[in-house]
């Protein structure tokens, strides 16, 4: 890179949008795969300003939470950096929530602004009731919503300080016990991993990225968009993966690298099991970058041999940025998530001890891309690091080699095609229908997502229900991805002595009949 940036060059990501304007103005940074828009770094800089100055003529400030619910497009990115601009706090939203779930999302936050897709309108409507503090809800299409702000700083922010500490986006992650909680990440943390994952996969300003995982998650945000970006390459924004069209935005776009998690490989493979279409300039696709959830070995195997495609496997979590492991590119090994890519990691026991390598423990992390805490929430905040260290609540061991190997959670979540989904808030659901006397949700094995939702439910005696409407009383109040694709009636669930319900056999019965 001609341009080559040091790591003590920033303490924030206004910092390092401008440096790359200043230094590239002509470049490519941006590209929109839907409709072909293009910005180099000096128009993204400029579109940038223009949003960030009509989000200050509307109060924005400085530690003020702006919600984003839109589709995966320039707008949002350009939503984000605005935000990072104003020293304001990007609240993506997942556009997959129903009502109540935005509801509780946007209202936790405190948000008093919100920019809004005209297709999302509906459902923020229908929560505005439950929103007291949201003031402004701005639609935010295109770049028409902004024309007529200047692409300077306006004089309230121009010369704001932000520190390496101030917190730029909160991002709502669920829990195991209870309601989401707000993550609470900083410029500090955004910028630390965006320079660990170009430099360990050696990006450079030659690399473009396909952002395809969506961007209210942080694997868009810090894989593809903020690596990019500190590399001095380009992202193209697509609005969200189709296996049709996969091969075809690779080869018209000119795509390194692209982020995706194991089902969107499986999809592909689907779709093509000879291989990317004939005709098609693929060459330039250097490795996909996967995480979230494992992938099995036999995928990763068959996609590598079919598109002559390397599969990059990574882990990490909201909490850590985004990416807290990858595997060296010229080193992977199948069924390892890979080396720490930049952060402290360990294997410690129920006691916090470091255990040996090959010993299963609980892996925790230390580093500067470790967010800041949860809003609002001391308490969790402190469970979470005790001792100093952030603890995942994953279990996995590393080898003598440093490769770490992710065989359990601690906790019931589950990963439905990259989407984390716990079973507490589907359970609780379940327990308000009226009759409904025990309710418990678990992951069962799927060939395509991984794992899929199934539930176990057991009526209130003289009670009545069938396994479809307790489905379809689900549908209506959670985003789809977490709805029970399966439910079964049973007499009772398995308990352990203190009446806890076990899970875990639940799932292993999940391929039996009971009743």
Not at 214 to 231: D, I, K
Not at 367 to 379: A, C, L, R, V
């Amino acid at each position: 890179m001609t341009d080559e940036i040091t790591p003590q060059d920033f303490r924030n990501l206004r910092e390092l949008l401008e440096t790359r304007a200043r230094r590239a103005p002509d470049r490519t940074f941006l590209v929109s795969e839907a409709d072909g828009r293009r910005w180099a770094y000096r128009d993204f800089d400029n579109a940038v300003n223009r949003a960030a100055n009509m989000l200050a003529a509307r109060g924005v400030g400085k530690g003020d939470v702006v919600s984003l619910l839109l589709p995966n497009g320039a707008e949002y990115v350009i939503a984000y950096f605005a935000c990072f601009k104003l020293g304001a706090l990007a609240g993506p939203v997942n556009s997959l929530l129903k009502t109540e779930e935005i509801a509780y999302v946007v209202g936790n936050s405190e948000a008093r602004t919100m920019l809004v897709a005209t297709e999302f309108l509906p459902s923020v409507e229908a929560a505005r009731n439950e929103l007291p503090l949201l003031e402004e809800l701005i639609v935010f299409d295109d770049e028409s919503v902004t024309a007529e702000f200047a692409s300077e700083p306006a004089t309230s922010w121009a010369d704001r300080e932000h520190r390496k500490d101030d917190e730029a986006i909160i991002i709502y992650t669920s829990g195991t016990t209870g309601k989401p909680k707000g993550c609470l990440l900083t410029h500090g943390n955004l910028v630390a991993n965006a320079r660990q994952i170009a430099m360990w996969l050696n990006f450079t300003s030659a690399d473009r990225l396909l952002t395809v995982m969506p961007l209210f998650h942080m694997n868009a945000v810090s894989v593809t968009t903020a690596s990019a970006l500190y590399a001095g390459g380009s992202t193209v924004v697509s609005p969200r993966f189709s296996a049709s069209k996969h091969w075809q935005i690779i080869s018209d776009y000119q795509v390194t690298s692209f982020g995706s998690v194991a089902t969107m490989l499986s999809m592909l493979l689907a779709k093509y099991p000879e291989g990317a279409p004939e005709g098609l300039k693929t060459d330039q696709l250097r490795f996909a970058m996967c995480g979230s959830a494992p992938v099995p070995a036999a995928v990763m195997r068959r996609f590598e041999e079919t598109f002559n495609c390397p599969v990059v496997e990574g882990y990490g979590l909201s909490e850590s940025t985004c990416r807290s492991t990858f595997n060296p590119p010229d080193e992977r090994r199948a069924g390892s998530c890979g080396r720490a890519i930049g952060n402290e990691m360990k294997v410690v026991d129920e006691d916090d001890h470091e255990v040996a390598d090959g010993t299963p423990g609980e892996i925790v992390l230390r580093g500067e891309n470790i967010f800041k805490g949860y809003f609002k929430n001391p308490e969790a905040t402190a469970r979470a690091f005790r001792g100093g260290w952030f603890h995942t609540g994953d279990v996995g061991y590393r080898d003598e080699d440093g490769f770490f190997y992710i065989v359990d959670r601690k906790s019931d979540m589950i990963i439905r095609g990259g989407e984390n989904i716990y079973p507490r808030e589907i359970d609780e659901l379940l327990y308000k229908h009226p009759s409904v006397a025990v309710a418990a949700t678990v992951g069962v094995p799927d060939e395509l997502y991984g794992e899929e939702v199934a539930a176990f439910v057991v009526l209130k005696e003289g009670a009545t229900a069938t396994e479809e409407e307790l489905i379809n009383y689900c549908r209506a109040r959670l985003a789809d991805f977490k709805c029970p694709k399966t439910i079964r009636l049973v007499a009772d669930v398995p308990k352990g002595p203190t009446g806890k319900v076990l899970k875990r056999e639940l799932a292993r019965a999940f391929g039996t009949k009971s009743g």
